[in-house]
């Protein structure tokens, strides 16, 4: 069976930096995009950076030259550089991943890591 699991969440002061991780593991043939995702208390979730396998990526406009999404193919892993964060990011933090199973594929969640900003 097929999990995402996230780390690295925690209690930062605004300015600092955190870095989550997300690694998959389970009978998996292959490992597509990978993106984060943020949901904060009677909000949507919304989407945060996402990479391809091949590195190519994309950020939301919200977090553009603070943050960077990287991944390791080899270790089934994708990570989330966070700098200068603001209170506005504090969040649940979210892994996401499309991931293919024998014939099929699917989107794959982590369960969340809290990531809180205090001004």
């Known amino acids: 069976q097929v999990q995402l699991v996230e780390s690295g969440g925690g209690l930062v002061q605004a300015g600092g930096s955190l870095r989550l991780s997300c690694a998959a593991s389970?009978?998996?043939?292959?490992?597509?995009?990978m993106a984060w995702y943020r949901q904060a208390p009677g909000k949507q979730r919304e989407f945060v950076a996402t990479i391809t396998r091949g590195g190519d990526t994309n950020y939301a406009d919200s977090v553009k030259g603070r943050f960077t999404i990287s991944r390791d193919n080899a270790k089934n892993t994708v990570y989330l550089q966070m700098n200068d964060l603001e209170s506005e990011d504090t969040s649940t933090y979210y892994c996401n991943a499309e991931i293919r199973v024998r014939f099929v594929t699917r989107p794959y969640w982590g369960q969340g890591t809290q990531v809180t900003v205090s001004s």
């Open positions: 389970g009978s998996m043939f292959s490992i597509n995009d």
